[in-house]
């Protein structure tokens, strides 16, 4: 098993940044630098939707929606994955998830065996 907890969310003006953290442990963590780890968001009353993901040859991909604004990384000595948010517009107001996948495209929800608990992105205009 893998467990993930996500943390840095909170609230934050149109323009302003957020970095978000996802810390991973478990007894399988050592094969963790092996996973695609990723960030998904929910906006309410919505499907959770990817934001962006990175392999481990630090691959990485991300939705159109957030390209350019977002960067997503990985320290693998840590076991920690980041999430920089950088020009938040309202429409980014989500819980945000990271998972972990050991295999599968990295932007479907189904890939992913281990998902974090969510922590909440608010952007006011």
């Known amino acids: 098993q893998v467990q993930l907890v996500a943390s840095g969310g909170g609230v934050v003006q149109a323009g302003g940044s957020l970095r978000l953290s996802c810390a991973a442990s478990?007894?399988?963590?050592?094969?963790?630098?092996?996973?695609?780890m990723a960030w998904f968001r929910q906006p309410p009353g919505r499907e959770r939707e990817f934001v962006a993901a990175i392999t481990y040859f630090s691959g990485t991909y991300y939705a159109d929606s957030v390209k350019g604004r977002f960067t997503i990384s990985r320290d693998t000595a840590r076991n920690t994955l980041y999430l920089q948010m950088n020009g938040l517009k309202p429409e980014d107001t989500a819980a945000y998830y990271c998972?972990?996948?050991?295999?599968?495209?990295?932007?479907?929800?189904?890939?992913?065996?281990?998902w974090g608990q969510g922590t909440q992105v608010t952007v006011s205009s």
């Open positions: 998972a972990a996948s050991p295999a599968g495209p990295p932007h479907s929800t189904t890939s992913y065996d281990y």
């Open positions: 478990g007894r399988t963590f050592s094969t963790y630098s092996t996973y695609t």
